[in-house]
């Protein structure tokens, strides 16, 4: 009896339930490589044409005369980006870069092929991520990438992606409350640390005490080391930052500038920083932990570990929500920090510096806010006097 013969076409489903068919095949050896050279078909609409497809191919390989097809999807495309693209970037930049082309960018155009994306095609997608996404020009500049990565390899003459118009007019919403804004005043900090030092373990309370009083970045802070701290001159350095990076590992990269800086410190936080230690020193010791080593972290978790990022927002919404306090973020402590230092009296280049903001626009932003509110202010006391 003659035995069947196995086909290699296989069936694969689209996200929309489609069927479609593929097969694997050999090439032969790569002359330049000598190694084996493989590759797979798919995208067929029915088993009958994968096999045509199959069987040409043999016959041209058989001949001599198959020629490498070049890449043909957006998908196919992104692959061979990527892999250049993470050369060039930090590790935890690079995980949110794919996390952003999973979630938006292939959803959409993974199966388009690459010389068929027209401009009206890419403004369909971009409209949609405006109607979802707040930040839908970012990932219309991650998407265009590709295609710039394509004109490079020669398979498009021109980014479709060039022509597309991102002023899209936003919805709009009524809403009767205003949302709060993510910083707090003097008179709020001030009663949002003491419930901290009431209520959180001293370690807790002396890290969002540093992230108000520095205006440090959290992942700045969380990787401090002792040695970073200057006491006799009062300063603090900051030359590094933790990511996040593939299987969501923390990790020690640059700071988010890639530009250290030496910031002042006043003695009252220095003063909590060396009650810190000498606590550190004691329970940590315990376990099984010798925090005098080099490099030790100033904040780390019972492992004597990188602190997951998420506990610094546990810690301060615990003590808002215990005492009913305004919600703002960690990075709220940072605006925070900012507007204070203007209401204080300190320039814009001193506040730039200080914060480490590469683009003085950031800092521009809240110097407007700040100022705002200096008007408000004035405008009251006007008011009042005249009523006197």
């Known amino acids: 009896m ?16 489609e069927t479609r068919y593929e097969f694997p095949i050999y090439l032969g050896v790569d002359p330049l490589t000598g190694k084996q050279k493989r590759t797979t078909r798919r995208g067929f609409k029915t088993r009958n044409q994968a ?19 070049r890449v043909e999807t957006y998908k196919e495309l992104y692959d061979l980006w990527v892999k250049q693209y993470e050369k060039t970037v930090e590790e935890s930049t690079f995980v949110k ?24 095609i890419c403004q369909k997608h971009v409209d949609e991520w405006a109607g979802k996404l707040k930040n839908f020009r970012m990932v219309k500049a991650y998407a265009a990438k590709v295609l710039d990565f394509a004109i490079k390899r020669g ?52 890290l969002l005490r540093l992230l108000a009083y520095t205006g440090l970045r959290k992942s700045e802070a969380l990787a401090l080391t002792w040695n970073d701290l200057h006491i006799k001159e009062k300063e603090l350095s900051i030359t590094k930052a933790i990511g996040r990076g593939k299987s969501a590992k923390l990790y020690l990269k640059s ?27 004691q329970e940590y010791l315990v376990l099984g932990h010798n ?9 780390s978790n019972t492992n004597n570990e990188y602190i997951q990022p998420v506990q610094v927002q546990k810690w301060m919404y615990s003590v808002q929500k215990k005492h009913s306090l305004v ?22 280049k001193e506040v730039q ?16 806010h700040v100022t705002k509110k200096a008007q408000e202010s004035a405008i009251q006391k006007f008011a009042t006097y005249l009523e006197i």
Request: hydrophobic fraction near 35%.
């Open 2 to 17: 003659l035995k069947k013969k196995i086909s290699p076409v296989n069936s694969y489903k689209l996200k929309n339930g």
């Open 51 to 69: 096999n045509i497809a199959l069987a040409r191919i043999k016959l041209e390989i058989a001949d001599g005369t198959y020629k490498q097809e």
């Open 97 to 120: 870069t794919i996390g952003i082309f999973k979630n938006h960018i292939l959803p959409a155009m993974s199966s388009y092929k690459i010389e068929k994306i027209t401009v009206d």
């Open 155 to 206: 398979y498009i003459q021109a980014n479709p992606f060039t022509h597309v118009e991102t002023r899209i007019k936003p919805k709009k919403t009524i809403t009767i409350d205003e949302k709060n804004e993510n910083f707090y005043t003097r008179e709020q900090l001030n009663e949002f640390l003491s419930h901290c030092e009431q209520s959180l373990h001293y370690k807790s309370f002396t």
């Open 255 to 281: 700071t988010k500038t890639g530009s250290p800086r030496v910031i002042k410190i006043d003695d009252a936080t220095i003063v909590i920083l060396k009650e810190w230690k000498r606590i550190q020193k």
């Open 291 to 299: 925090t005098m080593k080099a490099n030790q972290l100033i904040f």
């Open 327 to 348: 919600k703002i973020t960690p990075h709220g402590l940072r605006h925070t920090h900012c507007s204070l230092l203007f209401e204080a009296g300190a320039s814009l």
């Open 353 to 368: 510096d200080r914060l480490g903001h590469s683009d003085v626009k950031t800092t521009m932003d809240i110097y407007t």
